[in-house]
């Protein structure tokens, strides 16, 4: 353990000698508890930063996927300066070569500005949290409503692919190579049997408008300042050209549940109307007429989509012998898949009455 505590600090060290700050008195601290990349907050005398080593197993697209925060930051700020987007805009620092990240040995590090008395929350545990999260995130999507979309890049491939997703699962079902299937065989024949569901995500998938998309759109994405304020929108790695029904589905799929998201007292999930209508009628007004017709009723769709989607990838890497999602327990994604597809099930049960609450 000391020689990796050493030799994450002479990795520290090398990164920072590329930037043009005095970081001779550097406090070095872990930050957040993110799954995919190594996070921490750095303070001097005169500065706070944030450091990240960027997974790149899970982000092989490492200097497209900085170059694409660093586009969105400029276009955020010159909205920002004209007066159409409230929240802060935290900015990638750049190298003393003028360049978005560095690649240290094999590992790719980015350093960005911290904002000093900003936190995280978790969960939504209120509506008016609901409210404030649509809110944020409609707030950083619309602002972008202008950008040129092709000009980022796309980092992860089929991300929100229904058929790619259900090609992998049943790959994963044939292949069979953890001899996991028979455990699990109701759960897999109940997903394959959803296919007039899939067959209308990809019809009407074809007609929306491509957006910049958040696509990770938790309340632990935001910072909050004093009183529980959203002031930024964080973690920038998987955006990209992408649909609003996706960013709003995963906040559905996020914070309508009462159960976490690997809680195993499925019978007990509850679908919590309230947060649902404070984030569908907050994220559409935040919108007004920048939102389409078709893209306020794929909505709907997308608070079905996003936790049928994640439930399938849940059970694909299951399959597989997890392999891409990190794991504690036996079974857990296992846990995660069966979930996520009680969640789907009832926001299907749910569907008429939350048709009524997005109008």
């Known amino acids: 353990m000391e020689n990796k505590i050493a030799s994450l600090h002479t990795d520290i060290d090398s990164v920072l000698n590329n930037y043009d700050f005095d970081f001779s008195q550097v406090e070095v601290t872990t930050l957040g508890n993110g799954h995919i990349n190594n996070t921490y907050k750095l303070a001097t005398p005169d500065f706070e930063f944030v450091l990240q080593q960027i997974n790149h197993d899970i982000f092989p697209k490492t200097v497209e996927l900085s170059c694409n925060a660093q586009k969105i930051n400029l276009h955020l700020l010159a909205q920002k300066n004209r007066g159409n987007y409230p929240l802060r805009v935290p900015g990638q620092v750049l190298t003393k070569a003028g360049e978005t990240c560095i690649k240290i040995g094999a590992n790719y590090w980015r350093l960005m500005e911290f904002i000093s008395g900003s936190y995280t929350l978790e969960e939504v545990e209120s509506t008016e949290q609901a409210a404030l999260v649509a809110t944020a995130f409609a707030q950083f999507s619309c602002a972008l409503s202008d950008f040129p979309v092709n000009d980022i890049a796309v980092i992860i491939e089929d991300f929100h692919d229904i058929s790619f997703r259900m090609s992998q699962l049943k790959e994963a079902v044939d292949n069979n190579h953890q001899d996991r299937l028979a455990d699990c065989q109701a759960l897999v024949n109940f997903c394959f049997n959803q296919q007039d569901f899939i067959n209308h995500v990809v019809d009407i998938s074809k007609k929306l408008p491509l957006h910049v998309t958040h696509n990770d759109t938790k309340i632990n994405n935001l910072l909050f300042t004093a009183g529980d304020k959203p002031c930024a929108v964080i973690d920038l790695d998987t955006c990209m050209p992408g649909l609003l029904m996706h960013d709003f589905g995963d906040m559905v799929r996020t914070c309508c549940s009462n159960l976490a998201e690997?809680?195993?007292?499925?019978?007990?999930?509850?679908?919590?109307?309230?947060?649902?209508?404070?984030?569908?009628?907050?994220?559409?007004?935040?919108?007004?007429?920048?939102?389409?017709?078709?893209?306020?009723?794929?909505?709907?769709v997308g608070a079905k989509l996003l936790p049928f989607i994640i439930g399938t990838r849940f059970l694909t890497d299951h399959l597989n012998g997890d392999n891409y999602f990190q794991v504690s327990r036996e079974n857990h994604n296992l846990d995660r898949a069966i979930s996520q597809v009680q969640l789907y099930s009832l926001v299907c049960e749910a569907e008429p009455e939350l048709v009524k609450l997005a109008q």
């Open 262 to 300: 690997d809680d195993t007292s499925t019978e007990k999930m509850v679908l919590n109307l309230d947060i649902f209508t404070a984030l569908i009628q907050n994220y559409q007004n935040t919108f007004g007429d920048k939102m389409t017709a078709l893209e306020k009723e794929s909505l709907i």
